[in-house]
C-alpha cells in the first residue's frame, strides 16, 4: 500500500512539473502511476491529500534550502551569497514546476476553498523564513531598512531569478553579484 501511494505521488509531482497542477487530472495520474483511478480516491479522497502527498514526495526528492543553515554564517553579504548561490541553483534544478506552481496557483488556491494543505502552506512560508535569515546582521537604519527588505524579497523570488535567467540571460554568478550590488545599494 505504501508503494502505491509514493507512485501516485511521484505521478502527481511529474505531473505537475510537466503541465502544471491545474492541467493534472485524477485520470493522468492514474495512467502515469499504473493504477485505476479508483486506487487514487481510494488513497487520497480530497485534492489537498494528493496535494499533501506531492508536496512531502518532492521534499523528499529535493529539499528547499534551509534558512537555519545561511544563520551560521555571520556575515550578512557572505551569507546572502552563499544563500542566493543555493537558492537558484534550487530554482535551476526545479524550474518548470515552480514556473508551472506560480502560474497555477491562484486556480488551485480557489479549488481548495479554503486554507492551502499543511505541506503546500510550509512551502509558501518559506520566502518569508528566508528573508527574515537573510536580514539579520545588516546594519539597522530606519531609511534604508525599508529598502534593504524590499531588495532581499525581490532577490529571493523564483520570477526575479528566472526573469534574469532566461529575460536577460545571466547566469547565476552573474544574478547573485547583481542583486548582492542591489542590496548593498540599499544598506547605509
Not at 531598512?145 to 531588495?151: H, T
Amino acid at each position: 500500500m505504501s508503494e502505491t501511494r509514493k507512485r501516485i505521488a511521484r505521478a502527481t509531482y511529474e505531473l505537475h512539473a510537466s503541465v502544471g497542477p491545474a492541467h493534472t487530472t485524477v485520470s493522468a495520474i492514474a495512467e502515469r502511476a499504473g493504477v485505476q483511478r479508483l486506487t487514487v480516491y481510494k488513497h487520497f479522497p480530497r485534492d489537498r491529500d494528493i496535494f499533501q502527498a506531492c508536496t512531502t514526495y518532492f521534499w523528499e526528492l529535493d529539499p528547499p534550502p534551509d534558512p537555519t543553515a545561511w544563520r551560521q554564517i555571520a556575515d550578512p553579504e557572505q551569507r546572502l551569497r552563499h544563500a542566493l548561490a543555493e537558492l537558484y541553483a534550487y530554482y535551476r534544478r526545479n524550474e518548470m514546476l515552480f514556473a508551472n506552481v506560480e502560474r497555477d496557483n491562484p486556480l488551485v488556491l480557489e479549488q481548495f476553498g479554503g486554507p492551502p494543505p499543511a505541506g503546500m502552506q510550509a512551502f509558501l512560508d518559506l520566502p518569508a523564513r528566508w528573508r527574515a535569515a537573510l536580514a539579520d546582521g545588516w546594519p539597522d537604519d530606519t531609511v534604508q531598512s525599508p529598502l534593504r527588505g524590499a531588495a532581499l524579497g525581490l532577490a529571493i523570488e523564483f520570477t526575479t531569478w528566472r526573469t534574469l535567467a532566461r529575460g536577460q540571460a545571466l547566469d547565476d554568478a552573474q544574478i547573485v553579484t547583481l542583486l548582492v550590488a542591489l542590496i548593498r545599494c540599499a544598506t547605509p
